[in-house]
């Protein structure tokens, strides 16, 4: 078992580690734009909350090569699901990665009363708990489709994960 530690350990030194983007229906638009990061299929879903996001990172494997985390997540829940919850099964599955979120939008559909503050509140939370927090976010208005802040997120992630 020891030998096993040691070699997994050696991957993640020498540069056989990931960085990865999870979460809701913005991985998508993400995954365009951050050339240094990768959807994982089975840990994004359009249409999914924090607490969806939880359950299926409780059913990914224990992963020691990823070194980033690329969170988006809390549109579809109102910013009010369960952090707490999802950083404690982040942290077990990923115990070598950093986490950074973005925040998502607001002033469209279900989310017309969430205001900018509403989401600031909710991604404090995320802080609380060792994530970083982009400081772009997605912004108002319908994010399925192209918008601008996707590609300055994507230029700042991979800033980022350059120097990561």
């Known amino acids: 078992m020891r030998f096993l530690y040691y070699i997994l350990l050696l991957f993640t030194i020498t540069g056989y580690s990931q960085n990865i983007i999870i979460g809701d229906s913005q991985v998508a638009f993400l995954d365009i734009y951050v ?6 299929n089975s840990l ?3 249409g999914i909350t924090a607490n969806d996001l939880t359950r299926m990172v409780q059913n990914y494997p224990l992963t020691t090569t990823v070194r980033n985390v690329i969170i988006s997540i809390g549109t579809n829940d109102g910013y009010k699901g369960d952090v707490i919850a999802l950083y404690r099964i982040l942290k077990y599955r990923f ?3 950093k986490f950074y979120v973005v925040p998502g939008s607001w002033n469209w559909g279900g989310l017309k009363k969430i205001t900018l503050k509403d989401v600031n509140t909710y991604y404090m939370k995320h802080a609380s708990q060792g994530a970083f927090i982009i400081p772009l976010a997605i912004g108002p208005g319908d994010p399925h489709r192209y918008k601008q802040s996707y590609v300055l997120i994507g230029s700042y992630l991979d800033e980022i994960l350059t120097n990561n």
């Open 35 to 40: 050339t240094k990061a990768q959807r994982v």
């Open 44 to 46: 994004w879903k359009p």
């Open 95 to 97: 115990p070598y990665a």
